[in-house]
């Protein structure tokens, strides 16, 4: 593979070959008159073919990572990397993504479809409007924003909102840092109330959260009615319902709750739906694309956005709780790079070689190991292999893994596709063999909120204690006067470190973690204590990506990495 | 057909079986392989399939309308409804038409994919996501303005764009008044410069304009380079290729340049595709679509938004002269209630019978007459029927328009589809066959740019003369600057009058227009002299008809009319 090691994500995207999907479709015994064509390599499936005997039965494995570099370490790499692997030792394997969000494409941080030889394709297609879900959120989250201001410019309907409470935003799906912070309603009485609002990026909109928590199109309207909006003058709750939105916003999302299917590079199946933020929603896709994947195949690997401290314990507390999935192993994605960080590396030192700094960092990946267990799982490591890794640092992590009970193995997916991940394959389906992981939640949903949060920051951050600011006493006040108790915790907080203190690396000790204030989901169904200030709206770069990319006559693209 | 009367045109689509998409593209000797499916209904065809030699011969025929009442006339509802007499009478025609915005449904329009039993489908597609162009025409407009502000805010390669001078908005497909006159920007240095900015509604974007009028992706991103953002400080011009942002935009537009195909109730094949305003841009469909058409079929049906005065004379001035195309025949809506307005009904008389006004209101039919002709078309009139319509009323309109050399026929698509409509499609062969209509542009683009809007002012409106505002003056003066004085008059004038006085019914006399301010748009390629306030972003009405709308667990909606 010499020869080819240059390319850049598209060009490996576009060199391959793809099948028609409805090929990939007949491999999970999908009729052809059952699939929903978007061209002829993506399809929308219907939701019934959902079987939760099936969803019971087969075996989901969940790819998370240790603290990451900023860079990040390469879970969705990873996750379709160990699809080919698993495929190539005879599991018929399905891998369930989210779906990447088009506005950082243009900006700095490029596609978001795996890399190199794991990738999953048409990369471009993916990676721009796809199926057109993400629009379709954006639609329906702003229709409710849109009748928002019409019931407070109404004479006649008026509910009394109060514009200064409005806490809902309009989303749309760019790097447009113009819009965080604007002023609406301007211009005379034709033109609405003059109000504060602000733009968030598409995927950090509730309805994307809410698209992936919904279990059917019923469930899906009860939670968009469910939206807080705000209060009136006279401190009334206004959700969505108050506007009869959900009805409406669910037309909207009516194709958008159906599960697409592509392929990855060696023609495995690939289900990719839903995006949510991971910073400050779940950050995981679809449960229905998870079940989905789940009857169809018998394994399923999916991923969950950030560390494990974040991504996994999101995926696990909420997602897997409230649909009654049972991940059957974990991966936990380290890179030496990333060991060397957490060291004392600084960014130009990520690729010099130090066993040293790699023995230091490794307490990080050794917190993680140890929090996927009180969940009852048992981790397999993936060392996602770079060029500057040294046989040294790997056989050092592998023996030290191997002291925990823990399988470390190096993936190859980037550079040689299933055939560098056979080995993570056959030591994930030990594991899922062996009957010993036997997931359970970390806490009761029922519990009070501050024992709930107590729990994350102590026994998967590693805190002394939780803080929490005058502000967010009162709103937790406000929770049980809205009844929310019993939801359950959606944590944001930083990916950089297990504490809220972005510098606080490796595995820090004798820390408080601070609440700053909260907010609620009401509609997807959790609350949120906000540990930091959380960004809902990227920029764009000095020199925008966008610059770089060419479309010539007949279509193809360049320069979309 | 008694018992199907008060069906709305939901259920009248939903009881409707459609074909497969393939079996239509068959109808047009479309090879399967060759189509993009979106889902079993909707299918891209590809660029490939235009043909210049068969554009050329084959028959397009321009259904346009008389000044129209507030609620319109029925020119979709006639186009489809001509379209399946054609193919009744054996004439293989597809009928090719704009997509309708996705905002207004929510509000109080309804959809807009015809009517009764003339109407394409699937209607819930084509008025809501459809095939994702109006998303990726936003997309690319709203991408345009991140570069630009983004550019702003740059300290490295900053462009010097005076803020105040920008003329580009952002748009958002929604009825939404509160983002017509907004401030961005706000909330210190990271969030860019504050400026005053708006959004319009996503077919009001120039990039529709364009998307309509490119010949090919080539054509496209030369256009989409040329559009024009504002001055810098010094006082240059500052187009779109100055931000490098035409290759970008042209990816975000690269299946939304590719024409849908979908079918009429009576499984004829209809192509949807672009939705530009009609009161600041030319108004139809893509130059792409009408000519994928007629490589297609033998007839091509198409129409032009608002009245005669407005969509025709774009259509045929703007788009016709631009792409080469002959149509061979008109149709004239009228209505007897159109009539009966002109006449001097008022809105609670429209469905009284009176011969008086018929008389009276005649004479805005008679000047769309005698317009059509002055580009060397004779027209045919189609009286879409009501049921308030008398025999009376009917035969003295026959009688008078034959007096002027012209057939009118009683088109009664909405209630009976194509068995409505033989007699017009017959009419219309015959009109063709006929051979006597020989197109030609009303004016010579590389005239002054005075003497071309004198030309329309006088001759399409029958105004005494053209009064330029101070402010016109200047523009004038500016688009001499700019060197754009030989582009094509695109005007944007109230659709209910001839003149630009809303209050002039019938056919006004003595009267003079007055030309604002003009406004350019450099990529699509005309000048808009703005003879009066044009709505760019319309509102939600008091009680929104989303509040109306419902789904049910398998998908089906009701109350999207």
Redesign the interface.
Known sequence: MEETKFLTDIEIAQNNEMEHIKTIAAKLNINEDDL?????YKA?LPLSFIDEEKVAQNNLILVTAMTPTPAGEGKTTTSIGLTEGLNKIGKKTTVVLREPS?GPV?GIKGGAAGGGYAQVVPM?DIN??FT?DF??VE?AN??L???I??NI?????NLGIDPRTIVWK?V????????????????GT????P?E?GFNITPASEVMAILCMAK???DL?TKLGNIFIGFTFDKKPIYARD???E??M???L??AIKPNLVQTLEENPAIIHGGPFANIAQGTNTIIATKMGLSLSDYVVTEAGFGADLGAEKFLNIKCVSAGLKPKAVVLVATIRALRHHGGAKKDEYNTPSLERVEKGFENLEKHIENCRKFGLNPVVAINAFPSDTDAEVLWIKDKCKEMGVQAIVAEGWAHGGDGMVDLANAVVTEVESGQNKFEGLYDWNLPVKEKIDKIAKEIYGATEVIYSKRAKLDLKRIARLGLEHLPICMAKTQKSFSDNDKLLGRPKDFSVNVREFEYAVGAGFIIPILGKMMRMP??P???S??G???????K?S??S
Chains 1, 2 share one sequence.
């Open positions: 929903e064509y978007y061209g002829k929308k088009l243009f471009e721009l409007h057109g629009s379709a639609k702003n229709l924003s849109a009748l201001d019409n410019q109404s004479k006649t309907r309009r749309m799906d760019m790097n447009d840092r113009a819009l965080r912070q604007i002023t609406i309603g301007l211009g034709a033109n609405g109330i109000r609002d059917d199109m019923e309207k506007l009869k939105a009805d409406a669910a037309i909207l009516k194709d920029g764009l000095a020199v925008p966008s610059e990319m060419t479309i010539d006559n007949t279509g693209i320069g979309l």
